[in-house]
Protein backbone atom coordinates (compact mmCIF):
# COMPACT_ATOMS: atom_id res chain seq x y z
CA UNK A 1 0.00 0.00 0.00
CA UNK A 2 1.50 3.50 -1.06
CA UNK A 3 -0.02 6.79 0.69
CA UNK A 4 1.12 10.11 0.45
CA UNK A 5 0.80 13.15 2.08
CA UNK A 6 -0.25 15.91 -0.24
CA UNK A 7 -1.67 19.47 0.91
CA UNK A 8 -5.09 19.90 -0.36
CA UNK A 9 -7.94 21.76 0.10
CA UNK A 10 -11.20 19.81 0.88
CA UNK A 11 -12.13 20.77 -2.47
CA UNK A 12 -9.17 18.91 -3.90
CA UNK A 13 -9.79 16.32 -1.68
CA UNK A 14 -12.96 15.38 -2.98
CA UNK A 15 -11.74 15.21 -6.20
CA UNK A 16 -8.52 13.34 -5.81
CA UNK A 17 -11.38 10.96 -3.68
CA UNK A 18 -13.40 10.85 -7.06
CA UNK A 19 -10.54 10.18 -9.27
CA UNK A 20 -9.28 7.49 -6.81
CA UNK A 21 -12.75 5.93 -7.11
CA UNK A 22 -12.43 5.56 -11.25
CA UNK A 23 -15.17 7.86 -11.53
CA UNK A 24 -17.04 7.08 -15.19
CA UNK A 25 -18.90 10.29 -15.35
CA UNK A 26 -18.33 13.91 -13.88
CA UNK A 27 -20.99 16.28 -14.83
CA UNK A 28 -20.34 19.52 -12.74
CA UNK A 29 -21.32 22.75 -13.05
CA UNK A 30 -18.47 25.23 -11.26
CA UNK A 31 -20.49 27.47 -8.53
CA UNK A 32 -18.55 28.85 -5.74
CA UNK A 33 -17.19 27.92 -3.49
CA UNK A 34 -16.65 24.40 -5.05
CA UNK A 35 -15.36 25.28 -8.34
CA UNK A 36 -12.15 23.81 -7.64
CA UNK A 37 -13.66 20.45 -7.62
CA UNK A 38 -15.04 21.11 -11.13
CA UNK A 39 -11.56 22.11 -11.94
CA UNK A 40 -9.37 19.90 -10.30
CA UNK A 41 -11.56 16.91 -12.63
CA UNK A 42 -11.28 18.60 -15.41
CA UNK A 43 -7.17 18.88 -14.76
CA UNK A 44 -7.06 15.08 -14.35
CA UNK A 45 -9.53 14.14 -17.11
CA UNK A 46 -7.41 16.71 -19.79
CA UNK A 47 -3.93 15.18 -18.93
CA UNK A 48 -5.27 11.43 -19.17
CA UNK A 49 -4.99 10.72 -15.27
CA UNK A 50 -9.09 9.83 -15.09
CA UNK A 51 -10.41 8.36 -17.68
CA UNK A 52 -14.03 10.07 -17.38
CA UNK A 53 -16.47 11.48 -19.39
CA UNK A 54 -16.56 15.33 -18.03
CA UNK A 55 -19.99 16.54 -19.16
CA UNK A 56 -19.71 20.62 -19.13
CA UNK A 57 -23.28 20.53 -18.46
CA UNK A 58 -25.29 24.60 -18.74
CA UNK A 59 -26.44 24.26 -15.14
CA UNK A 60 -26.67 22.32 -12.18
CA UNK A 61 -30.53 20.77 -12.82
CA UNK A 62 -28.38 19.63 -16.22
CA UNK A 63 -25.72 18.06 -13.89
CA UNK A 64 -27.94 16.17 -11.76
CA UNK A 65 -29.74 14.74 -15.30
CA UNK A 66 -26.78 14.05 -16.59
CA UNK A 67 -25.47 12.00 -13.81
CA UNK A 68 -29.14 9.95 -13.66
CA UNK A 69 -28.60 8.86 -16.88
CA UNK A 70 -24.95 7.97 -16.40
CA UNK A 71 -25.88 6.40 -13.25
CA UNK A 72 -28.70 4.73 -15.47
CA UNK A 73 -25.89 3.14 -18.06
CA UNK A 74 -24.14 1.36 -15.32
CA UNK A 75 -21.52 4.38 -15.24
CA UNK A 76 -19.66 5.91 -11.66
CA UNK A 77 -21.35 8.96 -11.72
CA UNK A 78 -20.02 11.84 -9.37
CA UNK A 79 -20.85 15.46 -9.37
CA UNK A 80 -20.56 18.70 -6.99
CA UNK A 81 -22.16 22.01 -6.34
CA UNK A 82 -22.92 23.97 -3.82
CA UNK A 83 -25.83 26.60 -2.71
CA UNK A 84 -28.04 27.53 -5.55
CA UNK A 85 -26.82 24.83 -7.75
CA UNK A 86 -28.36 21.99 -5.06
CA UNK A 87 -31.15 24.53 -5.48
CA UNK A 88 -31.40 23.95 -9.06
CA UNK A 89 -30.63 20.55 -8.56
CA UNK A 90 -33.83 19.55 -6.27
CA UNK A 91 -36.13 18.48 -8.47
CA UNK A 92 -33.82 16.18 -9.95
CA UNK A 93 -31.96 15.08 -6.96
CA UNK A 94 -35.49 13.09 -5.79
CA UNK A 95 -35.43 11.58 -9.16
CA UNK A 96 -32.07 10.08 -8.19
CA UNK A 97 -32.84 8.48 -4.70
CA UNK A 98 -36.43 7.60 -6.19
CA UNK A 99 -34.72 6.16 -9.40
CA UNK A 100 -31.94 4.29 -6.40
CA UNK A 101 -29.23 5.29 -8.09
CA UNK A 102 -25.43 5.43 -6.38
CA UNK A 103 -24.44 8.80 -7.35
CA UNK A 104 -22.38 10.81 -5.10
CA UNK A 105 -22.14 14.58 -4.84
CA UNK A 106 -19.43 17.01 -3.49
CA UNK A 107 -20.96 19.64 -1.41
CA UNK A 108 -19.59 22.97 -0.29
CA UNK A 109 -21.93 24.22 1.82
CA UNK A 110 -23.13 28.03 1.69
CA UNK A 111 -25.77 29.86 2.06
CA UNK A 112 -29.02 30.23 -0.18
CA UNK A 113 -30.08 33.54 -1.98
CA UNK A 114 -31.58 36.17 -1.23
CA UNK A 115 -29.41 38.00 -0.18
CA UNK A 116 -26.84 36.39 -2.37
CA UNK A 117 -23.85 35.51 -0.38
CA UNK A 118 -21.77 32.77 -0.94
CA UNK A 119 -20.19 32.01 1.95
CA UNK A 120 -21.09 29.42 4.59
CA UNK A 121 -23.88 27.92 6.04
CA UNK A 122 -25.90 25.01 5.85
CA UNK A 123 -29.24 26.18 4.64
CA UNK A 124 -28.45 24.53 1.33
CA UNK A 125 -28.03 20.59 2.18
CA UNK A 126 -30.62 21.19 5.35
CA UNK A 127 -33.40 22.38 2.45
CA UNK A 128 -32.53 19.10 0.57
CA UNK A 129 -32.45 16.91 3.68
CA UNK A 130 -36.17 15.15 2.88
CA UNK A 131 -34.82 13.81 -0.55
CA UNK A 132 -34.13 10.96 -0.03
CA UNK A 133 -30.00 11.48 -0.07
CA UNK A 134 -27.47 10.10 2.68
CA UNK A 135 -25.50 13.18 3.99
CA UNK A 136 -22.59 12.98 5.84
CA UNK A 137 -21.13 16.23 7.11
CA UNK A 138 -17.23 16.03 7.42
CA UNK A 139 -15.18 18.43 9.26
CA UNK A 140 -11.52 18.01 7.94
CA UNK A 141 -10.30 18.30 4.53
CA UNK A 142 -9.38 14.29 5.20
CA UNK A 143 -12.62 12.58 6.19
CA UNK A 144 -14.14 14.82 3.23
CA UNK A 145 -11.50 12.44 0.85
CA UNK A 146 -12.47 9.40 3.14
CA UNK A 147 -15.79 10.08 2.93
CA UNK A 148 -15.99 10.00 -0.84
CA UNK A 149 -14.52 6.36 -1.05
CA UNK A 150 -16.71 5.21 1.93
CA UNK A 151 -19.74 7.23 0.28
CA UNK A 152 -19.64 4.76 -3.31
CA UNK A 153 -19.16 1.55 -1.20
CA UNK A 154 -22.07 2.91 0.57
CA UNK A 155 -24.26 3.89 -2.33
CA UNK A 156 -23.58 0.73 -4.28
CA UNK A 157 -24.06 -1.57 -1.56
CA UNK A 158 -27.00 -3.97 -3.08
CA UNK A 159 -29.48 -3.36 0.41
CA UNK A 160 -29.12 0.78 -0.13
CA UNK A 161 -28.86 1.82 -3.91
CA UNK A 162 -29.11 5.49 -2.64
CA UNK A 163 -27.16 8.32 -3.73
CA UNK A 164 -25.59 10.19 -0.66
CA UNK A 165 -23.93 13.72 -0.04
CA UNK A 166 -21.18 14.71 1.20
CA UNK A 167 -21.43 17.90 2.93
CA UNK A 168 -18.30 20.70 3.88
CA UNK A 169 -18.49 24.04 5.03
CA UNK A 170 -17.75 26.01 2.27
CA UNK A 171 -14.62 28.25 2.33
CA UNK A 172 -13.68 27.04 6.28
CA UNK A 173 -13.12 23.86 4.76
CA UNK A 174 -13.13 23.94 1.06
CA UNK A 175 -10.73 26.46 0.64
CA UNK A 176 -8.59 25.09 3.36
CA UNK A 177 -5.32 23.24 2.73
CA UNK A 178 -4.24 20.86 5.16
CA UNK A 179 -2.14 17.66 4.61
CA UNK A 180 -4.14 15.30 4.20
CA UNK A 181 -3.36 11.40 2.87
CA UNK A 182 -3.69 10.18 -0.10
CA UNK A 183 -3.72 6.36 -0.98
CA UNK A 184 -2.91 5.15 -3.97
CA UNK A 185 -5.83 4.46 -6.93
CA UNK A 186 -5.24 0.95 -6.99
CA UNK A 187 -5.28 0.54 -3.40
CA UNK A 188 -8.69 2.69 -3.08
CA UNK A 189 -10.48 0.98 -6.35
CA UNK A 190 -9.22 -2.23 -4.43
CA UNK A 191 -11.63 -1.13 -1.34
CA UNK A 192 -14.44 0.13 -3.96
CA UNK A 193 -14.84 -2.17 -6.48
CA UNK A 194 -17.19 -0.93 -9.72
CA UNK A 195 -20.73 -2.02 -8.42
CA UNK A 196 -23.19 -0.15 -10.32
CA UNK A 197 -26.22 -1.84 -11.92
CA UNK A 198 -26.86 -1.31 -15.60
CA UNK A 199 -30.24 -0.72 -15.89
CA UNK A 200 -30.41 0.70 -19.42
CA UNK A 201 -29.57 -2.60 -21.20
CA UNK A 202 -30.94 -3.11 -24.94
CA UNK A 203 -30.41 -6.84 -24.40
CA UNK A 204 -33.17 -5.90 -21.79
CA UNK A 205 -35.55 -3.13 -22.44
CA UNK A 206 -37.01 -1.74 -19.39
CA UNK A 207 -38.27 1.97 -18.54
CA UNK A 208 -37.29 3.77 -15.51
CA UNK A 209 -38.49 6.99 -13.94
CA UNK A 210 -41.89 5.73 -14.99
CA UNK A 211 -45.67 7.28 -14.16
CA UNK A 212 -47.29 5.69 -11.61
CA UNK A 213 -50.66 5.94 -10.50
CA UNK A 214 -52.05 6.39 -6.51
CA UNK A 215 -52.23 2.49 -6.46
CA UNK A 216 -47.98 2.12 -5.93
CA UNK A 217 -46.52 5.65 -5.71
CA UNK A 218 -46.67 5.42 -2.09
CA UNK A 219 -44.84 1.78 -2.05
CA UNK A 220 -42.22 3.01 -4.12
CA UNK A 221 -41.45 5.74 -1.94
CA UNK A 222 -41.69 3.31 1.41
CA UNK A 223 -38.63 1.34 -0.41
CA UNK A 224 -36.50 4.34 0.71
CA UNK A 225 -37.79 4.86 4.28
CA UNK A 226 -36.32 0.87 4.05
CA UNK A 227 -33.56 0.93 2.15
CA UNK A 228 -32.40 4.11 4.02
CA UNK A 229 -32.91 2.57 7.65
CA UNK A 230 -29.95 0.10 6.06
CA UNK A 231 -27.68 2.97 6.01
CA UNK A 232 -26.85 3.53 9.74
CA UNK A 233 -25.12 0.04 10.09
CA UNK A 234 -24.19 -0.28 6.69
CA UNK A 235 -22.12 3.02 6.93
CA UNK A 236 -20.48 1.45 10.18
CA UNK A 237 -19.16 -1.35 8.29
CA UNK A 238 -18.16 0.45 5.58
CA UNK A 239 -16.35 2.70 7.84
CA UNK A 240 -14.91 -0.20 10.27
CA UNK A 241 -13.88 -2.18 6.68
CA UNK A 242 -11.74 1.19 5.54
CA UNK A 243 -10.13 1.68 8.95
CA UNK A 244 -8.58 -1.49 9.04
CA UNK A 245 -7.79 -1.38 5.25
CA UNK A 246 -6.10 2.57 5.90
CA UNK A 247 -6.15 2.80 8.85
CA UNK A 248 -8.32 5.90 9.63
CA UNK A 249 -11.91 6.03 10.84
CA UNK A 250 -14.90 7.91 11.73
CA UNK A 251 -18.04 6.14 12.91
CA UNK A 252 -21.86 7.72 12.86
CA UNK A 253 -20.70 10.80 15.22
CA UNK A 254 -18.02 11.84 17.24
CA UNK A 255 -17.67 12.49 20.53
CA UNK A 256 -15.10 14.41 22.53
CA UNK A 257 -14.75 15.14 26.39
CA UNK A 258 -18.21 14.13 27.10
CA UNK A 259 -17.85 12.05 30.10
CA UNK A 260 -19.58 13.57 33.14
CA UNK A 261 -20.49 16.55 30.90
CA UNK A 262 -23.44 19.04 32.62
CA UNK A 263 -23.55 20.01 28.91
CA UNK A 264 -23.31 18.32 25.69
CA UNK A 265 -23.04 20.75 22.50
CA UNK A 266 -24.15 19.30 19.48
CA UNK A 267 -23.43 20.92 16.01
CA UNK A 268 -22.32 19.63 12.71
CA UNK A 269 -18.66 19.79 10.61
CA UNK A 270 -15.99 22.69 11.43
CA UNK A 271 -18.07 23.98 14.06
CA UNK A 272 -17.21 21.15 16.36
CA UNK A 273 -14.18 21.19 15.81
CA UNK A 274 -13.47 24.87 17.30
CA UNK A 275 -16.30 23.71 19.74
CA UNK A 276 -13.13 21.00 21.15
CA UNK A 277 -10.84 24.44 21.45
CA UNK A 278 -14.03 26.04 23.11
CA UNK A 279 -14.37 22.60 25.61
CA UNK A 280 -11.06 22.73 26.58
CA UNK A 281 -11.01 25.72 27.89
CA UNK A 282 -14.19 25.91 29.62
CA UNK A 283 -12.65 22.38 30.87
CA UNK A 284 -9.98 24.20 32.76
CA UNK A 285 -12.07 26.90 34.38
CA UNK A 286 -13.87 23.37 35.93
CA UNK A 287 -17.03 23.77 33.56
CA UNK A 288 -18.30 20.21 32.82
CA UNK A 289 -19.08 20.57 28.88
CA UNK A 290 -18.61 18.09 26.16
CA UNK A 291 -19.41 17.76 22.27
CA UNK A 292 -21.09 15.44 19.63
CA UNK A 293 -20.67 15.88 16.28
CA UNK A 294 -23.15 13.71 14.42
CA UNK A 295 -21.37 12.59 10.92
CA UNK A 296 -24.43 10.67 9.30
CA UNK A 297 -26.89 12.96 8.96
CA UNK A 298 -30.09 11.74 7.37
CA UNK A 299 -30.82 9.21 7.51
CA UNK A 300 -30.76 9.62 11.14
CA UNK A 301 -28.95 6.78 13.71
CA UNK A 302 -31.58 8.21 16.24
CA UNK A 303 -31.48 4.83 18.24
CA UNK A 304 -27.59 5.10 19.04
CA UNK A 305 -28.33 9.27 19.53
CA UNK A 306 -31.27 8.53 22.03
CA UNK A 307 -28.45 5.63 23.96
CA UNK A 308 -26.09 8.16 23.87
CA UNK A 309 -27.55 11.26 24.87
CA UNK A 310 -30.50 10.40 26.74
CA UNK A 311 -28.04 10.10 29.99
CA UNK A 312 -27.06 13.74 30.05
CA UNK A 313 -29.23 16.40 31.38
CA UNK A 314 -28.63 18.99 29.02
CA UNK A 315 -28.28 19.41 25.28
CA UNK A 316 -26.89 22.52 23.21
CA UNK A 317 -27.52 21.96 19.81
CA UNK A 318 -26.03 24.71 17.53
CA UNK A 319 -27.54 24.72 14.10
CA UNK A 320 -25.53 26.48 11.23
CA UNK A 321 -29.15 26.80 9.28
CA UNK A 322 -32.22 28.14 10.04
CA UNK A 323 -35.36 26.39 9.62
CA UNK A 324 -37.86 29.86 8.66
CA UNK A 325 -41.31 29.59 10.92
CA UNK A 326 -39.95 26.29 12.82
CA UNK A 327 -39.48 26.56 16.56
CA UNK A 328 -35.91 25.13 16.27
CA UNK A 329 -32.97 24.81 13.76
CA UNK A 330 -32.58 21.78 11.59
CA UNK A 331 -30.40 19.92 13.50
CA UNK A 332 -32.51 20.56 16.56
CA UNK A 333 -35.57 19.03 15.16
CA UNK A 334 -33.89 15.78 14.34
CA UNK A 335 -32.59 15.57 17.80
CA UNK A 336 -36.00 16.49 19.21
CA UNK A 337 -37.83 13.80 16.76
CA UNK A 338 -35.25 11.24 18.27
CA UNK A 339 -36.57 11.73 21.45
CA UNK A 340 -40.37 11.46 20.86
CA UNK A 341 -42.67 10.21 23.44
CA UNK A 342 -39.16 9.29 25.27
CA UNK A 343 -39.60 9.87 29.32
CA UNK A 344 -35.67 9.82 29.94
CA UNK A 345 -34.71 12.82 27.83
CA UNK A 346 -32.12 15.81 28.07
CA UNK A 347 -33.57 19.15 28.10
CA UNK A 348 -32.52 21.01 25.11
CA UNK A 349 -31.16 24.59 24.57
CA UNK A 350 -31.16 25.69 20.77
CA UNK A 351 -28.58 27.97 18.89
CA UNK A 352 -28.45 29.39 15.57
CA UNK A 353 -25.20 30.75 14.85
CA UNK A 354 -22.76 31.36 11.55
CA UNK A 355 -25.59 32.34 9.47
CA UNK A 356 -24.31 33.33 5.70
CA UNK A 357 -20.71 32.80 7.07
CA UNK A 358 -20.45 34.99 10.15
CA UNK A 359 -17.57 33.76 12.02
CA UNK A 360 -18.23 31.23 15.29
CA UNK A 361 -14.83 31.76 17.16
CA UNK A 362 -13.76 29.80 20.20
CA UNK A 363 -15.14 32.73 22.60
CA UNK A 364 -18.82 32.48 21.02
CA UNK A 365 -19.14 28.89 21.51
CA UNK A 366 -17.58 29.61 25.51
CA UNK A 367 -20.46 32.06 25.44
CA UNK A 368 -23.02 30.04 24.10
CA UNK A 369 -21.81 27.57 26.46
CA UNK A 370 -22.10 29.82 29.34
CA UNK A 371 -25.83 31.01 28.85
CA UNK A 372 -26.44 27.32 28.48
CA UNK A 373 -24.89 26.22 31.61
CA UNK A 374 -26.93 29.35 33.25
CA UNK A 375 -30.48 28.09 32.07
CA UNK A 376 -29.73 24.76 32.87
CA UNK A 377 -28.87 25.47 36.73
CA UNK A 378 -31.25 27.78 36.68
CA UNK A 379 -33.98 25.88 35.49
CA UNK A 380 -34.83 28.20 32.45
CA UNK A 381 -36.40 26.77 29.88
CA UNK A 382 -36.30 27.84 26.28
CA UNK A 383 -39.55 27.38 24.02
CA UNK A 384 -37.50 28.59 20.52
CA UNK A 385 -33.72 28.57 19.43
CA UNK A 386 -32.11 31.44 19.88
CA UNK A 387 -30.59 33.38 17.62
CA UNK A 388 -26.91 33.66 18.51
CA UNK A 389 -25.25 36.87 17.93
CA UNK A 390 -27.88 38.66 16.11
CA UNK A 391 -27.91 42.83 16.27
CA UNK A 392 -31.41 43.24 17.83
CA UNK B 1 -58.44 -5.37 -11.44
CA UNK B 2 -55.05 -7.88 -10.36
CA UNK B 3 -54.09 -7.92 -6.91
CA UNK B 4 -52.25 -4.92 -5.49
CA UNK B 5 -48.91 -5.83 -4.20
CA UNK B 6 -47.01 -4.69 -1.64
CA UNK B 7 -43.74 -2.94 -1.34
CA UNK B 8 -41.67 -5.69 -1.46
CA UNK B 9 -43.23 -7.30 -4.46
CA UNK B 10 -42.30 -4.50 -6.85
CA UNK B 11 -39.50 -3.40 -8.74
CA UNK B 12 -36.57 -1.77 -6.95
CA UNK B 13 -36.88 2.24 -7.93
CA UNK B 14 -40.25 2.76 -10.11
CA UNK B 15 -38.67 1.10 -12.84
CA UNK B 16 -41.04 -0.63 -15.02
CA UNK B 17 -39.53 -4.20 -16.36
CA UNK B 18 -42.02 -5.00 -18.54
CA UNK B 19 -40.74 -3.13 -21.94
CA UNK B 20 -43.71 -1.77 -24.20
CA UNK B 21 -46.56 -2.37 -21.99
CA UNK B 22 -48.38 0.95 -22.79
CA UNK B 23 -49.54 -1.14 -26.00
CA UNK B 24 -51.80 -2.94 -23.40
CA UNK B 25 -52.80 0.32 -22.21
CA UNK B 26 -55.90 0.83 -24.38
CA UNK B 27 -56.02 5.26 -24.55
CA UNK B 28 -58.17 5.46 -27.75
CA UNK B 29 -61.70 6.34 -25.64
CA UNK B 30 -59.82 10.00 -24.50
CA UNK B 31 -60.55 11.42 -28.35
CA UNK B 32 -63.76 12.80 -29.13
CA UNK B 33 -62.73 13.90 -32.97
CA UNK B 34 -61.00 10.86 -34.95
CA UNK B 35 -58.82 11.44 -38.20
CA UNK B 36 -60.23 9.49 -41.19
CA UNK B 37 -57.46 9.84 -44.12
CA UNK B 38 -58.85 9.80 -47.98
CA UNK B 39 -56.45 7.37 -49.24
CA UNK B 40 -57.76 8.96 -53.13
CA UNK B 41 -55.89 12.15 -51.52
CA UNK B 42 -53.05 10.44 -49.86
CA UNK B 43 -49.93 10.85 -51.75
CA UNK B 44 -47.80 8.47 -49.16
CA UNK B 45 -45.31 10.93 -48.13
CA UNK B 46 -45.34 9.66 -44.35
CA UNK B 47 -45.73 13.07 -42.62
CA UNK B 48 -48.64 11.65 -40.46
CA UNK B 49 -46.33 8.79 -39.59
CA UNK B 50 -43.65 10.82 -38.76
CA UNK B 51 -45.40 13.30 -36.89
CA UNK B 52 -47.49 11.11 -34.94
CA UNK B 53 -46.26 11.52 -31.08
CA UNK B 54 -48.35 8.28 -30.39
CA UNK B 55 -47.59 5.36 -32.99
CA UNK B 56 -50.79 4.93 -34.30
CA UNK B 57 -50.60 5.46 -38.14
CA UNK B 58 -49.44 2.32 -39.93
CA UNK B 59 -46.54 3.35 -42.45
CA UNK B 60 -47.72 0.54 -45.01
CA UNK B 61 -51.77 0.54 -44.90
CA UNK B 62 -51.62 3.99 -43.90
CA UNK B 63 -54.58 3.12 -41.22
CA UNK B 64 -54.98 4.35 -37.98
CA UNK B 65 -54.68 2.73 -34.86
CA UNK B 66 -57.95 3.84 -32.99
CA UNK B 67 -57.27 2.49 -29.35
CA UNK B 68 -54.57 4.33 -29.20
CA UNK B 69 -55.06 7.66 -31.09
CA UNK B 70 -55.93 10.29 -28.94
CA UNK B 71 -56.97 12.43 -31.57
CA UNK B 72 -54.58 15.16 -30.86
CA UNK B 73 -54.81 16.09 -34.97
CA UNK B 74 -51.57 16.79 -36.05
CA UNK B 75 -51.57 13.96 -38.82
CA UNK B 76 -54.47 16.46 -40.01
CA UNK B 77 -52.35 19.87 -39.58
CA UNK B 78 -48.93 17.92 -41.51
CA UNK B 79 -50.77 16.67 -43.92
CA UNK B 80 -49.75 18.85 -47.31
CA UNK B 81 -52.59 17.67 -49.25
CA UNK B 82 -55.54 17.61 -46.68
CA UNK B 83 -56.11 13.91 -47.00
CA UNK B 84 -56.80 13.91 -43.25
CA UNK B 85 -60.12 15.12 -41.35
CA UNK B 86 -60.79 15.26 -37.96
CA UNK B 87 -64.30 13.67 -37.40
CA UNK B 88 -66.52 14.38 -34.68
CA UNK B 89 -66.85 10.70 -32.28
CA UNK B 90 -70.49 10.07 -32.14
CA UNK B 91 -71.30 7.66 -29.19
Not at chain 1, 88 to 107: K, N
Not at chain 1, 200 to 225: A, H, R, T
Request: aromatic share 8%; glycine share 8%.
Amino acid sequence: MSVKRIPLSANHAAAYAAKACDIDVAAVYPITPQVEVAERLGQFVADGELRAEYIPVESEHSAMSACVGASSAGARAFTATASQGLALMHEILFIASGSRLPIVMALANRTLSSPINIHCDHSDSMASRDCGWVQIYASSGQEVYDSVIQAYKLAEDDKILLPVMVCFDGYILSHTYEPVLVNSDEDVLGFVPKNVKRLLDPDNPLSIGVFCMPDYEYEFKYQLVEALGNVPDRLKKVDQAFGERFGRGYGLYEMYRMDDAEVVMVALGTMASTAKAAIDELRTEGEKVGLFRPRLFRPNPVDEWRAILSKYNMLMVVDRAMSLGSVAGPLALELLGAFMNEKDRPRFMNFVAGIGGRDVTVEDIKQMFRKTIDAHRSGTTMRTCQYYGVRM
Amino acid sequence: MSELKSYKEIPIGSKNVEAGSSVRNETGSWRDFKPVVDMDKCIKCLMCFISCPDATINPTTFGVNYAHCKGCGICAQMCPVGAVTMVEEVV
